[in-house]
């Protein structure tokens, strides 16, 4: 069974230090990989995603990941943090089954950024 | 990117009375709709995964008879609680995956629905 667990509920930063949101993983085969966010009483927004290819994927509003095969490790990153990007985190794995695979979630990570 | 509308974003209803959420792929077809519940500040719960033409797949736990589901058509997929009861109340939640997109077929998220029942 595919799992993904997000081992930190919250993460403090100040405002222009880098952050790390953690991600990891268990599936049977290649995993597809997604990190969403979610601001409050909001639906998900898409960040990036793992399919193949280079292991440094880049997302939207500066994030980018790092998909780590040997420690089934999808980290969220950023290289300066801005007080915008404090929300929920998710991140999220399906198998490559097939078109109907599931997409399961983590229990998220918030992020709270200082001024 | 590809949109996906949650309608209605807010909805009140009396106990035993029935409430249909629906979502729709703008501009994208989507054979494979999504239903999560999400309790506050916790994750998404998927509550069943919607085909087109075809019955819903629920999850374990969820009641079919009570969450019904459906996706009549490649861009609507509607979710009816019915004989709603406060219990029920939670962040409903749909995504639609672009089945003509990209290989990683991407899922994309509606805004969500608040449903209180009281």
């Known amino acids: 069974a595919q799992s993904v667990a997000q081992p930190e509920d919250q993460v403090n930063v100040a405002e222009g230090n880098p952050l790390t949101v953690k991600c990891t993983y268990s599936?049977?085969?290649?995993?597809?990989l997604f990190w969403y966010v979610q601001y409050p009483n909001r639906g998900l927004q898409f960040l990036l995603k793992?399919?193949?290819?280079?292991?440094l994927v880049k997302g939207s509003y500066g994030f980018e990941a790092e998909f780590n095969k040997s420690q089934t490790s999808f980290h969220l990153k950023k290289p300066s943090a801005l007080v915008s990007d404090s929300a929920l985190y998710f991140c999220?794995?399906?198998?490559?089954?097939?078109?109907?695979?599931?997409?399961?979630f983590g229990s998220g990570t918030r992020l709270s950024i200082r001024p | 990117g590809a949109v996906v509308s949650q309608h209605p974003s807010r909805v009140i209803c009396k106990s035993g009375t029935s409430v249909k959420i629906e979502c729709r792929s703008l501009d994208f077809q989507a054979t494979t709709m999504f239903w999560y519940r999400q309790f506050p500040k916790q994750s998404l719960m998927l509550m069943a995964t919607?085909?087109?033409?075809?019955?819903?797949?629920?999850e374990q736990g969820v009641e079919k008879d009570k969450f019904l589901i459906n996706h009549a058509s490649l861009t609507l997929s509607t979710l009816t609680v019915t004989s709603a009861h406060p219990e029920d109340s939670s962040f409903y939640i749909c995504?639609?995956?672009?089945?003509?997109?990209?290989?990683?077929?991407?899922?994309?998220f509606g805004e969500g629905s608040w449903l209180t029942v009281v």
């Open positions: 793992y399919i193949t290819g280079d292991n």
């Open positions: 919607s085909n087109e033409g075809s019955k819903a797949t629920y």
């Open positions: 599936v049977s085969g290649n995993p597809y």
């Open positions: 999220a794995v399906r198998g490559p089954y097939s078109s109907a695979s599931k997409i399961i």
């Open positions: 995504s639609a995956r672009n089945a003509g997109g990209d290989s990683g077929n991407t899922i994309y």
